[in-house]
């Protein structure tokens, strides 16, 4: 049984940087794609950043191209999100995600089949 451990969340100001991370559980992670979604009060659950299994190819949604930096660590089952300028919008409860197929999940055609329990990112203006 997959579990997600996602973690790092905090409140800051905006411009400043927040490091998110994630640890897997129960599986082998060589075939699994990681990454982040986000909710934001009142909004539904949108996509963030994927990262492939071997960390080759990542991907983001448009609002964080340029400020968020997805990586995986050493250990593949383990993925981190380097949050950084961020912004009054950025805030919002940050899940980590698995799946096996990253292609509808960046195509938006699909959701992940496991999730974290969520991290909370508040950014003050």
């Known amino acids: 049984q997959i579990q997600l451990a996602d973690s790092g969340g905090g409140s800051v100001q905006a411009g400043d940087s927040l490091r998110l991370s994630c640890v897997g559980s129960?599986?082998?992670?060589?075939?699994?794609?990681m990454g982040w979604f986000r909710q934001a009060p009142g909004k539904e659950r949108e996509f963030v950043a994927f990262?492939?299994?071997?960390?080759?190819?990542?991907y983001y949604s448009d609002s964080v191209k340029g400020r968020f930096t997805i990586s995986r660590g050493d250990v593949k089952n383990t993925v981190y999100l380097q949050m950084d300028s961020l912004k009054s919008e950025d805030t919002a409860v940050y899940y980590c995600?698995?799946?096996?197929?990253?292609?509808?999940?960046?195509?938006?055609?699909?959701?992940?089949?496991?999730w974290g329990q969520g991290t909370q990112v508040t950014v003050s203006s």
């Open positions: 995600a698995a799946d096996r197929w990253i292609e509808g999940i960046v195509a938006g055609t699909s959701r992940p089949w496991h």
């Open positions: 129960g599986n082998s992670w060589s075939s699994y794609a």
């Open positions: 990262i492939t299994w071997n960390g080759d190819n990542d």
